[in-house]
């Protein structure tokens, strides 16, 4: 290590940390730039969210098990590594929404819960005449009024009405941030709902637009799912990522505590007592590590109250004849008018059948959801029960599982709550004027997707990359 080069220091070995250091190292190599970095991981291990168990022929997902095909970012990482031959879509099937006692199929052509096609949701049984009639007067109630950020509760409850909002936009929204849709920021997650609206009144036909618009799938195409994930297991990406990272370039293990302004760049406090010096840093960890390296500027103050969500995955093996209703599908959410702990239940074998040896079912449950999270706290064994006895009543499943994996994830879903983005537009142009070569990246911030956390990764290492020429 050159102590003439700049210095680089990436906070957190998540997937954004382990981009961010990826694309970097390529800039440097490619370009003989004379910069040398340190990716620093609190724990011992890379990948932060993505854990992948592989146990008794079962390729098993703790965190994200998949990412959205459309965006582009993950592919073109995986293929750059060189893991693409490992990529596989879900297998596409029905899925339900479970109301009150019971599973009803998702209306064909609902798009996050908006209906595009009209039979289906004239005919399903998932909502009541008059349900469906406060949904039809989208047609004609007249476009939002746009003054800031508004609730994505308020805005879905305001044009289908709160049968629709209840029964199927909030479980399946639900199902991605675990979060109050009555308190998630709308511009955050889905301003293209708005974008529909504004454009064409009713927010059907405006979805009925954008999806005519969308090339017409093929019938192959149309047996391929819209996600993406690896046959090894998402931790293959991030096992491949270290391999090809210098290994002097990677500390793991090592918990930055304190980063300081100096004349000379950034003064880093590390755990272990000691520091680094860093012209420049881009923090990925997320948004509460972040605000506690960085208490002392005011301007992280906005940021020390973003609430997360804790959940718990569960993942569970059993032997086919456990299942005595194998429902044709690939799983289910659960709505809040439902007297059920579980939030969610991906039939894994089906969705991912790669994930299941011959003759094993592998279900993989949620539980915790904003504002009810104690669940997360129980023990194992009372998790498993309560999650056993639900799927008894949904799906007549009575036997123990062969094995099962609880994965307990504390306040590790940020909830992008209304005003999100103008809290960090007003953080990001304070960091520019008094923190300048700071980056924020992350889920905390532009999308917890995976694909949205790359973006981020890159997005940061073009700008260190400015900052430092
Ligand atoms: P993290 O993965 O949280 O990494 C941050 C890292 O920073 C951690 O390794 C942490 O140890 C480290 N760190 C923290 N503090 C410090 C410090 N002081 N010093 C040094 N290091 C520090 N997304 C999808 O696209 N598809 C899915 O299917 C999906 N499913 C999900 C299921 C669950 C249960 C969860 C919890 C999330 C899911 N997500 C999914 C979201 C996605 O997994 C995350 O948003 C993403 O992995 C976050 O990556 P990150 O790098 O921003 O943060």
Redesign the pocket.
Known sequence: MSTTNKKVVI?????????AAYYLQKEIDKKGLPIDFTL????H??????QTVNRGGFTI????????ARKLS?SKLIKEVGLDHQLVHNSTGKSYVLVKDALHRIPEGAVMGIPTQISPFVTTGLFSPVGKLRAAADFIIPRTKVEGDQALGTFFRRRLGDEVVENLIEPLLSG?Y?GDIDRLSLKSTFPQFLHAEQKHRSLIVGMKKQKALQPKQTGEQKKKGM?LTLTTGLQSLVETIEDQLSPQSVLKG????HIQKSAEGYTLTL?NGKTMQADSVIV???HQ??Q??LSHYEMFEPFRDMPSTS???IAMAFPEEAIKQDIDGTGFVVSRNSDYTITACTWTHRKWPHTTPKGKVLLRC?VGKAGDEAIVDQSDDEIMRVVLDDLNKIMNIDTTPEFYIV?R?KE???QYTVGHQERLEVLNQQLESELAGLYL????YEG??????ID??EEAVKKVLKYLK
């Open positions: 906070i957190g070995g998540g997937i954004t940390g382990i981009t620093i991981e609190a724990t291990r890379l990948g932060g969210k993505i997902e703790r965190g994200p098990d998949s990412f959205l993950m991605i675990a996600f090592t918990r930055v505590e755990n990925t960890s997320p590590a972040a506690s390296m959940v718990a995955t949620y994965t994830w590790a879903m940020p990246a992350g889920s905390s917890l997707g995976l694909p949205d956390c981020q990764g």
